[in-house]
């Protein structure tokens, strides 16, 4: 069986500082891993995925995310936060393969301050 | 710009009622996705296709779900009959897998509302 874990369903940093959002998995098998992006009202928007090449993932809009297998971590992170950066955020776990399925966690909300 | 188009947006139907939502996902990908979000249980994957074949639909309600692709560009997601308890907004999404895994593309979602 295949989860994550996020930890912290809400995080608040100020406009600037660095965000930080924290991933957990558990998989019995090397693992894809994914962060997506939720606006308001919106459907989900990818990020950045891991897919078992380089560890230190590059996404859209300054995020990166490192995949450490020693402490079956995914965190998600942006070195300054900006207002549009406000949102909720999902890390997701797929085992690939021909039964490709992703789960979720259960997201965090990203809360930006002036 | 290809992406995963869900009707309709929103609806409002009385408990009892049949809800049909409609899925066109984005053409060449081979998987498509039904997932449910709420505040209390986050998404949950309801079923999930791959060439047009359920592959898993463990996460629906059997007596009143169904998920169906009448044809590559077509998928839809039924309940009959609906009840309060599945307001929620439903997503689908579609990716292009070729034995290994790639991203899912989300459209937009149906917001339902069962009263």
């Known amino acids: 069986a295949q989860s994550v874990t996020q930890l912290g369903s809400h995080v608040s940093v100020s406009e600037g500082a660095l965000v930080l959002l924290r991933c957990n998995y558990s998989?019995?098998?090397?693992?894809?891993l994914f962060w997506y992006v939720q606006y308001p009202n919106q459907g989900l928007q990818l990020l950045l995925k891991?897919?078992?090449?380089?560890?230190l993932v590059k996404g859209i809009n300054g995020f990166e995310a490192e995949f450490k297998k020693s402490e079956t971590s995914f965190h998600l992170t942006k070195p300054s936060a900006h207002m549009s950066d406000a949102a909720e955020y999902f890390c997701?776990?797929?085992?690939?393969?021909?039964?490709?399925?992703?789960?979720f966690g259960k997201g965090t909300l990203l809360t930006v301050n002036p | 710009d290809a992406r995963v188009t869900q009707t309709p947006r929103h609806k409002v139907t009385e408990m009892g009622q049949e809800v049909t939502m409609r899925c066109q996902p984005i053409?060449?990908?081979?998987?498509v996705f039904w997932y449910r979000q709420t505040m209390m249980q986050g998404l949950e994957l309801l079923a999930y296709?791959?060439?047009?074949?359920?592959?898993?639909d463990s996460g629906m309600p059997k007596d009143r779900f169904s998920a169906e692709m009448p044809d590559a560009t077509l998928a839809t997601l039924k309940i009959q009959p609906s009840e309060p308890r599945d307001s929620a907004v439903y997503f689908c999404?579609?990716?292009?897998?070729?034995?290994?895994?790639?991203?899912?593309?989300f459209g937009q979602g149906t917001r339902l509302t069962v009263v």
């Open positions: 999404a579609s990716g292009l897998v070729l034995g290994g895994t790639t991203e899912a593309f």
């Open positions: 998989s019995s098998v090397p693992p894809y």
């Open positions: 891991y897919t078992s090449a380089a560890t």
């Open positions: 997701a776990v797929s085992r690939g393969g021909s039964n490709y399925k992703l789960t």
């Open positions: 053409l060449g990908h081979n998987t």
């Open positions: 296709f791959r060439n047009r074949a359920p592959l898993d």
